[in-house]
């Protein structure tokens, strides 16, 4: 396990002056890599106080039961000088064990992640032309690609390795593609345009429903009756 942030020009501050640098309010996320199969969690938080409720879900669901149990973190305070996040940890019979100071390759399963994580983002968000304040949304599409790619270690993806099942890119969809929505409601006759053209940012609970920049307002909505135009096709010479 491990912290990371990824910082641009966006930055504010919440009601209780907590940093925000998303534009869905976080500012650092923890990284979850189970040595295994080296499938990825992250879970997003404002602060870098442990998610112990997270934690606690994670363990019930993801946990071992038997066998070899290990948790690897930083000597960084936010984590392994956490007495409550110890807790946690020992209570669902797993052991703490903390790199030494400076020497964050004892934990490289998790450190590593962060800087190959922060390449893939920089990439997809420059192709895409978005902000910095949407690395949030960025981060997880960058996850579920390296989920379904293949492990040097491993010779076989950690989708597959963890769960399985073979991956699939069936609705894996170039991030920050034009996509256009059917608006809801009646159309005012039947020659008016019923569709907007908007900004591809990822799934919500399930595939059949996506996450997208309303290009009008700015503002982040969900939408399930779409078509994407992944190859801009209907991009315009002034776009």
């Avoid at 990284?31 to 019930?60: A, G, V």
């Avoid at 190959?116 to 304040?133: D, K, V």
């Amino acid at each position: 396990m491990d912290f990371g942030f990824h910082r641009g020009k966006y930055i504010q501050k919440d009601e209780l002056g907590c940093r925000i640098t998303s534009i869905d309010g976080y500012n650092v996320y923890q990284l979850i890599m189970d040595q295994h199969s080296r499938y990825t969690w992250i879970m997003f938080s404002k602060t870098k106080q442990p998610p112990l409720e997270f934690i606690k879900q994670f363990f019930q669901h993801h946990g071992l039961t038997a066998g070899q149990r290990i948790v690897t973190t930083d000597n960084g305070g936010e984590l392994h000088h956490s007495l409550t996040f110890r807790t946690v940890i020992l209570n669902a019979g797993y052991l703490m064990q903390c790199t030494a100071a400076d020497a964050p390759f004892q934990n490289g399963m998790a450190k590593r992640p962060n800087q190959t994580f922060g390449n893939m983002m920089r990439c997809l968000l420059h192709s895409s032309n978005l902000p910095s304040e949407y690395w949030s949304y960025d981060l997880i599409h960058a996850v579920r690609i390296k989920n379904t790619l293949p492990h040097s270690s491993t010779d076989q993806t950690p989708y597959l390795a963890y769960t399985g099942n073979h991956p699939t890119a069936e609705n894996l969809c170039i991030f920050g593609c034009r996509v256009y929505v059917h608006l809801p409601g009646e159309r005012s006759h039947k020659l008016a345009n019923h569709a907007t053209y908007d900004t591809f940012l990822g799934y919500n609970a399930t595939p059949k429903s996506i996450i997208n920049i309303d290009n009008q307002t700015k503002k982040i909505k969900t939408a399930t009756h779409v078509i994407f135009d992944e190859a801009n096709i209907t991009l315009t010479a002034d776009q």
